[in-house]
Protein backbone atom coordinates (compact mmCIF):
# COMPACT_ATOMS: atom_id res chain seq x y z
CA UNK A 1 0.00 0.00 0.00
CA UNK A 2 0.86 3.70 -0.36
CA UNK A 3 3.17 5.18 2.74
CA UNK A 4 4.89 8.43 2.90
CA UNK A 5 8.16 8.35 5.25
CA UNK A 6 9.39 11.65 6.34
CA UNK A 7 12.48 12.73 8.98
CA UNK A 8 12.36 12.65 12.56
CA UNK A 9 12.11 15.35 14.59
CA UNK A 10 12.06 17.39 16.15
CA UNK A 11 14.81 19.76 14.06
CA UNK A 12 15.81 22.45 16.11
CA UNK A 13 16.80 25.95 14.36
CA UNK A 14 18.05 29.17 14.72
CA UNK A 15 16.07 32.18 13.26
CA UNK A 16 17.37 32.87 9.82
CA UNK A 17 18.04 29.70 9.01
CA UNK A 18 17.63 27.04 5.89
CA UNK A 19 15.21 24.79 6.45
CA UNK A 20 15.00 21.25 4.73
CA UNK A 21 12.26 18.46 5.70
CA UNK A 22 12.82 15.20 3.88
CA UNK A 23 9.76 13.69 2.51
CA UNK A 24 9.79 10.17 0.41
CA UNK A 25 6.51 8.29 -0.33
CA UNK A 26 5.37 4.94 -2.29
CA UNK A 27 2.51 4.67 -4.25
CA UNK A 28 0.88 3.59 -7.00
CA UNK A 29 0.22 5.69 -10.05
CA UNK A 30 0.99 9.51 -9.45
CA UNK A 31 -0.27 10.73 -6.65
CA UNK A 32 -0.68 14.49 -5.74
CA UNK A 33 1.77 15.51 -3.04
CA UNK A 34 1.21 17.84 -0.04
CA UNK A 35 2.33 19.44 3.27
CA UNK A 36 0.05 20.39 5.58
CA UNK A 37 1.02 22.63 9.00
CA UNK A 38 -0.21 22.47 12.62
CA UNK A 39 0.21 25.18 14.39
CA UNK A 40 0.43 24.69 18.93
CA UNK A 41 -3.04 23.68 19.29
CA UNK A 42 -4.56 24.25 16.14
CA UNK A 43 -5.85 21.34 13.27
CA UNK A 44 -3.82 21.06 10.22
CA UNK A 45 -3.73 23.57 7.39
CA UNK A 46 -2.52 23.45 4.18
CA UNK A 47 0.81 24.57 3.31
CA UNK A 48 1.13 23.78 -0.56
CA UNK A 49 0.57 20.98 -2.71
CA UNK A 50 1.56 19.94 -6.29
CA UNK A 51 -0.51 17.46 -8.38
CA UNK A 52 2.40 16.34 -11.15
CA UNK A 53 5.55 15.74 -11.35
CA UNK A 54 7.90 18.68 -11.79
CA UNK A 55 5.16 21.18 -10.09
CA UNK A 56 6.84 23.29 -7.85
CA UNK A 57 4.49 24.20 -4.93
CA UNK A 58 5.09 27.12 -2.83
CA UNK A 59 3.56 29.19 0.26
CA UNK A 60 5.02 31.72 2.36
CA UNK A 61 7.96 31.71 1.58
CA UNK A 62 8.44 27.37 1.38
CA UNK A 63 8.85 24.96 -1.35
CA UNK A 64 8.59 21.55 -2.60
CA UNK A 65 9.49 19.82 -6.06
CA UNK A 66 7.36 16.94 -7.12
CA UNK A 67 10.33 14.62 -8.09
CA UNK A 68 8.72 11.69 -9.76
CA UNK A 69 11.99 10.18 -10.42
CA UNK A 70 13.11 9.88 -6.68
CA UNK A 71 9.38 9.33 -5.38
CA UNK A 72 10.17 12.75 -2.97
CA UNK A 73 8.91 15.84 -2.02
CA UNK A 74 11.30 17.98 0.03
CA UNK A 75 9.90 20.72 2.34
CA UNK A 76 12.50 23.91 2.05
CA UNK A 77 12.77 26.97 3.48
CA UNK A 78 15.31 29.72 2.90
CA UNK A 79 15.14 31.29 6.19
CA UNK A 80 12.70 30.42 8.87
CA UNK A 81 10.96 32.42 11.64
CA UNK A 82 9.84 31.39 15.16
CA UNK A 83 6.29 31.90 13.89
CA UNK A 84 7.41 28.95 12.22
CA UNK A 85 7.35 26.73 14.60
CA UNK A 86 4.98 23.80 14.26
CA UNK A 87 4.50 20.11 13.45
CA UNK A 88 4.80 19.74 9.53
CA UNK A 89 3.11 16.70 7.49
CA UNK A 90 3.94 15.24 4.20
CA UNK A 91 0.86 13.76 2.40
CA UNK A 92 -0.46 11.94 -0.81
CA UNK A 93 -3.65 12.02 -1.95
CA UNK A 94 -4.10 8.93 -4.39
CA UNK A 95 -7.73 9.30 -6.00
CA UNK A 96 -8.98 10.60 -2.41
CA UNK A 97 -7.83 8.64 0.16
CA UNK A 98 -4.64 10.43 1.96
CA UNK A 99 -1.63 8.61 3.46
CA UNK A 100 -0.17 10.94 6.24
CA UNK A 101 3.82 11.03 6.86
CA UNK A 102 4.36 10.79 10.60
CA UNK A 103 4.99 14.57 10.88
CA UNK A 104 8.46 16.44 11.57
CA UNK A 105 8.52 18.89 14.40
CA UNK A 106 10.10 22.16 13.85
CA UNK A 107 11.57 24.14 16.96
CA UNK A 108 12.33 27.54 15.91
CA UNK A 109 14.59 29.85 18.44
CA UNK A 110 15.38 33.50 18.78
CA UNK B 1 -10.37 29.27 0.98
CA UNK B 2 -13.00 26.57 2.08
CA UNK B 3 -13.55 26.55 5.81
CA UNK B 4 -14.58 23.28 8.32
CA UNK B 5 -15.18 23.97 11.62
CA UNK B 6 -15.58 21.76 14.41
CA UNK B 7 -17.57 22.08 17.66
CA UNK B 8 -16.57 21.62 20.60
CA UNK B 9 -13.22 22.37 20.29
CA UNK B 10 -12.46 20.75 23.60
CA UNK B 11 -14.63 18.71 25.72
CA UNK B 12 -14.23 17.11 29.08
CA UNK B 13 -16.58 14.19 30.24
CA UNK B 14 -16.68 11.63 32.64
CA UNK B 15 -15.94 7.86 31.60
CA UNK B 16 -19.40 6.08 30.66
CA UNK B 17 -20.81 9.22 28.91
CA UNK B 18 -21.23 10.03 25.54
CA UNK B 19 -19.58 12.57 23.84
CA UNK B 20 -21.11 14.21 20.29
CA UNK B 21 -18.55 16.33 18.01
CA UNK B 22 -20.24 18.50 15.07
CA UNK B 23 -17.73 18.79 11.71
CA UNK B 24 -19.56 21.36 9.43
CA UNK B 25 -18.25 22.45 6.32
CA UNK B 26 -18.98 26.36 6.44
CA UNK B 27 -19.38 27.48 2.66
CA UNK B 28 -19.34 24.74 0.54
CA UNK B 29 -21.05 20.96 -0.18
CA UNK B 30 -19.48 18.50 1.06
CA UNK B 31 -19.96 14.69 0.22
CA UNK B 32 -17.67 13.24 1.68
CA UNK B 33 -16.27 14.09 5.13
CA UNK B 34 -13.34 12.03 7.42
CA UNK B 35 -12.66 11.51 10.82
CA UNK B 36 -9.06 11.64 12.19
CA UNK B 37 -7.88 10.40 15.37
CA UNK B 38 -4.28 12.20 16.27
CA UNK B 39 -2.19 10.88 19.22
CA UNK B 40 0.36 12.49 20.96
CA UNK B 41 3.06 13.24 18.70
CA UNK B 42 1.95 11.06 16.38
CA UNK B 43 0.24 11.26 12.90
CA UNK B 44 -3.26 11.19 11.95
CA UNK B 45 -5.28 7.95 11.69
CA UNK B 46 -8.07 7.96 9.39
CA UNK B 47 -10.98 6.12 11.44
CA UNK B 48 -13.97 6.91 8.89
CA UNK B 49 -14.87 8.02 5.30
CA UNK B 50 -18.70 8.85 5.91
CA UNK B 51 -21.26 9.82 2.65
CA UNK B 52 -24.00 12.29 3.07
CA UNK B 53 -27.11 9.87 3.11
CA UNK B 54 -24.88 6.52 3.69
CA UNK B 55 -23.47 4.52 6.17
CA UNK B 56 -19.99 5.50 6.81
CA UNK B 57 -17.09 2.93 6.15
CA UNK B 58 -14.80 2.27 8.64
CA UNK B 59 -11.00 1.69 8.78
CA UNK B 60 -10.11 -1.55 10.42
CA UNK B 61 -9.71 -1.68 13.81
CA UNK B 62 -12.22 0.94 14.20
CA UNK B 63 -15.00 -0.11 16.62
CA UNK B 64 -18.54 1.18 14.56
CA UNK B 65 -20.50 0.80 17.68
CA UNK B 66 -18.01 2.83 19.93
CA UNK B 67 -17.76 5.62 16.59
CA UNK B 68 -21.48 6.27 15.56
CA UNK B 69 -20.72 8.79 12.76
CA UNK B 70 -23.94 10.18 11.04
CA UNK B 71 -23.72 12.44 7.40
CA UNK B 72 -27.46 14.03 7.59
CA UNK B 73 -26.64 16.65 5.07
CA UNK B 74 -24.46 18.04 2.85
CA UNK B 75 -22.63 20.58 5.34
CA UNK B 76 -23.07 18.40 8.91
CA UNK B 77 -21.31 15.58 10.21
CA UNK B 78 -21.56 14.34 13.45
CA UNK B 79 -19.40 12.06 15.79
CA UNK B 80 -20.60 10.57 18.72
CA UNK B 81 -18.31 8.65 21.19
CA UNK B 82 -20.43 6.52 23.06
CA UNK B 83 -19.42 5.21 26.47
CA UNK B 84 -16.46 7.43 26.34
CA UNK B 85 -13.44 6.13 28.26
CA UNK B 86 -10.18 7.18 29.30
CA UNK B 87 -8.41 5.48 26.90
CA UNK B 88 -10.35 7.44 24.22
CA UNK B 89 -9.41 10.67 25.22
CA UNK B 90 -7.55 11.99 22.07
CA UNK B 91 -7.77 14.72 18.88
CA UNK B 92 -10.23 14.13 16.70
CA UNK B 93 -10.28 16.02 13.59
CA UNK B 94 -12.50 15.97 10.61
CA UNK B 95 -11.85 16.89 7.06
CA UNK B 96 -14.29 17.68 4.26
CA UNK B 97 -13.79 16.96 0.37
CA UNK B 98 -15.45 19.31 -1.86
CA UNK B 99 -16.07 18.31 -5.76
CA UNK B 100 -13.59 20.70 -7.79
CA UNK B 101 -16.35 23.15 -9.42
CA UNK B 102 -17.58 20.75 -11.85
CA UNK B 103 -14.46 20.40 -13.53
CA UNK B 104 -13.09 16.92 -14.93
CA UNK B 105 -10.57 16.04 -12.12
CA UNK B 106 -9.70 12.79 -10.27
CA UNK B 107 -8.39 15.13 -7.16
CA UNK B 108 -10.73 16.45 -4.53
CA UNK B 109 -9.24 18.40 -2.26
CA UNK B 110 -9.61 18.16 1.55
CA UNK B 111 -10.02 20.77 3.82
CA UNK B 112 -9.56 20.10 7.49
CA UNK B 113 -11.25 21.54 10.89
CA UNK B 114 -9.34 22.61 13.63
CA UNK B 115 -10.16 19.69 15.82
CA UNK B 116 -11.90 18.75 18.95
CA UNK B 117 -9.63 17.88 22.22
CA UNK B 118 -11.92 14.89 24.09
CA UNK B 119 -10.78 14.40 27.60
CA UNK B 120 -12.49 11.60 29.89
CA UNK B 121 -11.70 11.47 33.33
Known amino acids: GDSVTQMEGPVTLSEEAFLTINCTYT??????LFWYVQYPGEGLQLLLK?????DKGSNKGFEATYRKETTSFHLEKGSVQVSDSAVYFCLTDSWGKLQFGAGTQVVVTP | GAVVSQHPSRVICKSGTSVKIECRSLDFQATTMFWYRQFPKKSLMLMATSNEGSKATYEQGVEKDKFLINHASLTLSTLTVTSAHPEDSSFYICSARALAGGEPSSYNEQFFGPGTRLTVL
Open chain 1, 27 to 32: ATGYPS
Open chain 1, 50 to 54: ATKAD
